[in-house]
């Protein structure tokens, strides 16, 4: 009986049924069917058959076999060929990571693994492996099992007695523990980079250094050391360009520009970005791109050009949705949160910060998760909620303190402004206080440490010290522009012209206040704005000026409405019933 005729009866007996595709197809009818057929057979038979079918394969595809290298990897698996299984599977993984199907590279990676020892692989192809197996967790968001994963390569390397491989997996480890992952541990990252950084220029590998030193980097950025994190930087990138490491010259531009931001070298900054972004695509790596984008947002954003900065972080979004890279998208939402904010979209900015600590929580992001709930925390202070607001910011403490202590002094300044709002003053100037011990301006591009300047020049304002105020807007004004920071001027001459007007100097209130509503509209930077323009009503009114008081009230209460309106549905009673709202309204709003 011919395979033809064999095949119509199985038809027949509804066991199959053909597939309507060019090429001629069956599909079993049922799950359990092909299971009993399989079990039917003979080990030996089964393993020939594997075989055929993956020599098949290769016959028909051969010029183009990356698409059916997984198939061919299980059929060769299933034939007992661990050469060609080691050869397909790495050829598929290679093929996933590519357009960033992590959970099927990995099952690739692991089944290379499997075989690689049977085969008698190479140091180098299992370095590879083990590399290309970890940075697949690791954009997993999978940190523990991509740290166990070189965990296992460096006992591998010592049982080969292979110095290079170790070497790998030390530098590997150091990484891991300098970024924010969810195993982020800045004494270990240091010791392991020590101890590797002393290896790599015993064994002459100058990949390892740069790449060490690169981690280095990392590892002060995160210190709030900005100088010597640049000493670090620059060290790699040298090692980088003197021996064309293209890929690690990426690596080190891309967050080279953080550190440049942190020092106010703006320019620095620019011109890394633009070649680590050339570098992305030529590699066609899409999650660096999408870091790149962000980086690149927030700069813009900090510099107060609110539409190039949209731009870059829609980008950075768009990519990171594309390649479903949470990192990318936390860090994304991060950005349109602190943005939303400031224009005074209440609403768009409590959703993107609870994006932000959603992914950041689901993937172990500590940074996401304590930026998220620290800033919700404060938009709700701002909204009248302080005790929602006392929920949020507690819990991106104790995350902060537990697993990113460089975060404790941020949060600490935000309970504090709800301490304040709360009206327990001692309380919140003994967490001002603590806040302030450990601050750090020059820490990076962030807006956090201005934002504890602003905190605490409200809470001196409150308590009447004025001169403390002008002192503090001083010192943050000076600080802004030695980094090329626009967004806050607006906040920090607001405060401080309150403090002249309190003091009993209009004219020079006035005169701050103007500046501070020029700097506020140019961006547009709302949250600012209204209280600006109400306090120019308030000098006017002791002027005498009717026409302009009521000019600066209206422009006050129309930038309060924007923000009344962009608020949660739910959060506007408690928002508009605030007293300082009240008073621009004169009544509540319906």
């Given at each position: 009986m011919s395979v033809e005729e064999q095949l119509a009866r199985i038809e027949n007996a509804q066991l199959v049924r053909r597939l309507d595709e060019p090429e001629v197809a069956y599909l079993f009818k049922h799950a359990l069917t092909q299971d009993s057929a399989y079990e039917s057979l003979l080990l030996k038979k089964r393993r020939?058959?594997?075989?055929?079918?993956?020599?098949?394969?290769?016959?028909?595809?051969?010029?183009?076999?990356?698409?059916?290298?997984?198939?061919?990897?299980?059929?060769?698996?299933?034939?007992?060929?661990?050469?060609?299984?080691?050869?397909?599977?790495?050829?598929?993984?290679?093929?996933?990571?590519?357009?960033?199907?992590?959970?099927?590279?990995?099952i690739e990676y692991n089944l290379a693994l499997e075989v690689a020892e049977r085969v008698d692989s190479t140091s180098e192809q299992l370095t590879e492996l083990y590399l290309k197996r970890g940075r697949t967790l690791e954009l997993s968001n999978r940190h523990t099992e991509a740290l166990a994963n070189y965990e296992a390569m460096e006992t591998h390397a010592r049982q080969?007695?292979?110095?290079?491989?170790?070497?790998?997996?030390?530098?590997?480890?150091?990484?891991?523990?300098?970024?924010?992952?969810?195993?982020?541990?800045?004494?270990?990252?240091?010791?392991?980079?020590?101890?590797?950084?002393?290896?790599?220029?015993?064994?002459?590998?100058?990949?390892?250094?740069?790449?060490?030193?690169?981690?280095?980097?990392?590892l002060n950025y995160n210190l709030s050391r900005a100088a010597e994190a640049?000493?670090?930087?620059?060290?790699?990138?040298?090692?980088?360009?003197?021996?064309?490491?293209?890929?690690?010259?990426?690596?080190?531009?891309?967050?080279?520009?953080?550190?440049?931001?942190?020092?106010?070298?703006?320019?620095?900054?620019?011109?890394?970005?633009?070649?680590?972004?050339a570098l992305w695509r030529a590699f066609e790596n899409r999650a660096m791109l999408a870091d790149n984008h962000f980086t690149a947002a927030t700069m813009l954003f900090l510099g107060g050009d609110f539409d190039h900065a949209k731009a870059e972080i829609e980008e950075a979004l768009r990519i990171s949705q594309a390649i479903d890279n949470s990192w990318g998208i936390a860090y994304s939402e991060m950005v349109i949160g602190y943005m939303s904010l400031e224009r005074g979209d209440y609403g768009a900015s409590l959703r993107a910060f609870e994006e932000c600590a959603r992914r950041g929580e689901a993937i172990r992001s500590w940074y996401a998760l304590i930026e998220g709930h620290a800033m919700k925390g404060l938009i709700y202070g701002r909204l009248g909620q302080v005790q929602r607001g006392f929920?949020?910011?507690?819990?991106?403490?104790?995350?902060?303190?537990?697993?990113?202590?460089?975060?404790?002094?941020?949060?600490?300044?935000?309970?504090?402004?709800?301490?304040?709002?709360?009206?327990?003053?001692?309380?919140a100037e003994a967490k001002l206080?603590?806040?302030?011990?450990?601050?750090?301006?020059?820490?990076?591009?962030?807006?956090?440490?201005?934002?504890?300047?602003?905190?605490?020049?409200?809470?001196?304002?409150?308590?009447?010290?004025?001169?403390?105020?002008?002192?503090?807007?001083?010192?943050?004004?000076?600080?802004?522009?030695r980094a090329g920071v626009q967004i806050f001027v607006g906040a920090g001459l607001y405060l401080k012209g309150?403090?002249?007007?309190?003091?009993?100097?209009?004219?020079?209130?006035?005169?701050?206040?103007?500046?501070?509503?020029?700097?506020?509209?140019?961006?547009?930077?709302?949250?600012?704005?209204w209280r600006i323009s109400f306090t120019l009503g308030e000098i006017e009114?002791?002027?005498?000026?009717?026409?302009?008081?009521?000019?600066?009230?209206?422009?006050?209460?129309?930038?309060?409405?924007?923000?009344?309106?962009?608020?949660?549905?739910?959060?506007?009673?408690?928002?508009?019933?605030?007293?300082?709202?009240?008073?621009?309204?004169?009544?509540?709003?319906?």
């Open positions: 020939e058959i594997h075989r055929r079918v993956a020599v098949a394969y290769e016959q028909i595809y051969g010029a183009q076999l990356d698409p059916y290298a997984a198939i061919l990897a299980q059929h060769y698996h299933q034939a007992g060929d661990d050469e060609r299984t080691f050869y397909y599977a790495l050829m598929a993984g290679d093929a996933a990571a590519r357009i960033y199907a992590q959970a099927e590279a990995l080969r007695k292979d110095r290079e491989m170790e070497l790998g997996a030390l530098v590997a480890r150091a990484t891991l523990h300098s970024i924010t992952s969810s195993v982020y541990d800045a004494e270990r990252a240091q010791a392991l980079a020590t101890q590797a950084l002393a290896m790599a220029r015993e064994l002459g590998d100058h990949a390892a250094e740069a790449k060490i030193l690169w981690n280095l980097m990392l640049a000493h670090y930087g620059e060290q790699s990138l040298m090692r980088a360009r003197e021996f064309n490491l293209r890929e690690q010259m990426a690596y080190t531009l891309n967050d080279l520009a953080r550190v440049y931001l942190g020092l106010a070298k703006n320019q620095e900054a620019r011109a890394a970005l633009e070649e680590s972004r929920e949020h910011c507690q819990r991106a403490l104790r995350e902060a303190e537990q697993q990113f202590p460089p975060l404790t002094g941020y949060t600490l300044a935000l309970l504090a402004d709800l301490e304040f709002r709360a009206g327990n003053f001692s309380a206080k603590e806040s302030l011990s450990g601050a750090n301006t020059e820490k990076d591009a962030g807006p956090e440490p201005f934002f504890a300047l602003v905190i605490e020049a409200e809470f001196e304002l409150a308590r009447k010290e004025y001169a403390r105020v002008i002192a503090i807007t001083d010192e943050l004004t000076r600080l802004l522009r309150k403090a002249l007007l309190a003091l009993g100097r209009p004219d020079e209130a006035q005169e701050i206040l103007l500046q501070a509503r020029a700097a506020a509209e140019a961006l547009p930077e709302r949250e600012a704005l009114s002791l002027r005498g000026d009717e026409s302009k008081e009521t000019e600066f009230r209206a422009e006050a209460r129309e930038v309060l409405q924007y923000i009344v309106d962009h608020a949660p549905a739910e959060l506007r009673e408690s928002f508009v019933n605030l007293p300082e709202v009240r008073v621009v309204f004169d009544v509540g709003i319906e």
